[in-house]
């Protein structure tokens, strides 16, 4: 039951939150900061981080009587510590009254907070990348994390509406309507075509994978501002508590809102190498279909926030994410390149670059192989050259997943790159047909360098161990003189890059997508 002197209103719950802020500063050193969102206030004492829900009522939650959002604070701190328990400390209650509120003491509780450790200003990997020190490693090492986290997240129950049809184009729906509200609905009325459209095609592969357990309790606000870096660690925090239905869902659809920040940031190379890393650690390249639908409603979603803050008086403005929601549901650019070449040559460095110049997905052989035989990337697979999961009935099982992931790739409307060394005509071949049924565009992308140089790389990369590549000298050596070289029209389809000299990957993908 709502104590007598609960704020009602936001104005005196802002009241309250000014009151706090006034009695943390007296108890303590630094200068206490006061942030607002759309539904909350935080208050940032130097040491812990105090987070209050507004009285609010909105379209996707209600926050309005005292008991909902003590709830809300529960189940805030419990949701939050799957991800990030070193910051997620204790719900608290805050008695006293609005003018003078207490953490201590007597009597009924007149609000709610959330206790957080507070971290260093600069560690959000939005405020990284405004600085220019986000780096590629620490969006993989998120999209590791957060495939470990998905495969550990309980399933929907059969029997529950969540990550269904039904709910996707629900939400996609209220999405439109609350940014048509705002902006009108002729603004709308061709991305609300397009979507519908969209959704009823891609019905079966949500159901398909509601069914095979892709939907699972996640985040479910996967955007830049929820992602920090700790130390070594990169994680999340701040996911959906005032919803359920918003956060069990389908795991690429977690995946695709901070992949979709990134892009709406202007940074593809983050966003697709944090796609790859995703891809490479999961191996749910059945995500892929349904991808890009995901990105467009993520970036509905964000437009909507913006509009919400604005009319709360918001100062700022952020990416246009109405903008990218219909380039991203436009998006259709199919074509396939497969990376040839010994190994050591370069094939991963310059694939790893290049689908994030060109917004593509990779699929790696080294990566894929030791999927299908139960290992993790980088667990250690050596053999003697042609034995063990390097057998040529392993690599012919290996060539054909390949060729299947691609298939799923290209469908899906991506541009795609088959990292393998593609050393025979007929797995060459294999792919080039598999293009040419699809009627997209196929490109080989020849990467050599001095066979010493070579030598040089594998021996280096066999130290190390931090590659999934487990190709030795041996290997080398069996290459090089079983190697089929590209006949005459297949150099006529092919992208030389010498990897003993500095490669421009940005040309490389201009040449690509150009052809």
Known sequence: MTAPDAPRTEAGQRRLAQALARALQAGGAAPVRMIETHISWVLLDGIHAWKIKKPVRLGFLDFGDLAARRRFCEE??????????????????IRGSPEAPLFAGDGEPIE???????????????????????ELQHVERLAQRLAAFHAAAPAAPADSAWGSFGRIADDTGRALDGIAQRAGEAAMAALRARLDVQVQRLRPAFERRRAEGRVREGHGD????????????????DCIEFDPGLRWIDVASDIAFLAMDLLAHGRRDFAFGFLDA?????????????????????????????RIRAAQGAAGAGPDYLALAQRLAAGHDPRLLIAHG?????????????????GAIRL?????????????????????????????????RTYQRLLELAGVA????????????????????AFRDAARVRGVPFAILNCHADPALLRERIVARHAGRADASDADLAVLERQLAACEALRDDERALAIDVDTGAPADVDAIAARWLGG
């Open 222 to 237: 996967l955007h830049l501002a929820n992602a920090i870096v700790l130390g070594d660690d990169v994680t999340a925090f």
């Open 76 to 93: 805030e701190l419990r949701l939050n510590r799957r991800l990030a328990p070193e910051l997620y400390l204790d719900v608290v209650a």
């Open 278 to 306: 995703w891809l490479a650690a999961s191996g749910d390249h059945d995500a892929l279909p349904v991808l890009r639908y995901y990105m467009t409603y993520r970036a509905l979603v964000r437009a909507l926030v913006a």
């Open 410 to 429: 290209l469908d899906a409307g991506y541009p795609t790159i088959v990292d393998a060394t593609f050393l025979r005509a007929r797995e060459r071949d």
């Open 342 to 358: 010994l190994s050591g040559s370069g094939k991963s460095w310059v694939s790893q670059r290049l689908l994030g110049s060109a």
């Open 112 to 134: 709610y907070a959330v206790k957080m450790r507070q971290f260093a200003d600069g560690a959000l990997l939005s405020e990284r990348l405004a600085a220019g020190t986000l």
């Open 364 to 396: 790696r052989s080294d990566v894929e192989r030791k999927r299908l035989f139960g290992l993790r990337a980088l667990d250690d697979a050596s053999a003697p050259p042609g034995a063990g999961i390097y057998g040529a009935q392993a690599s012919g």
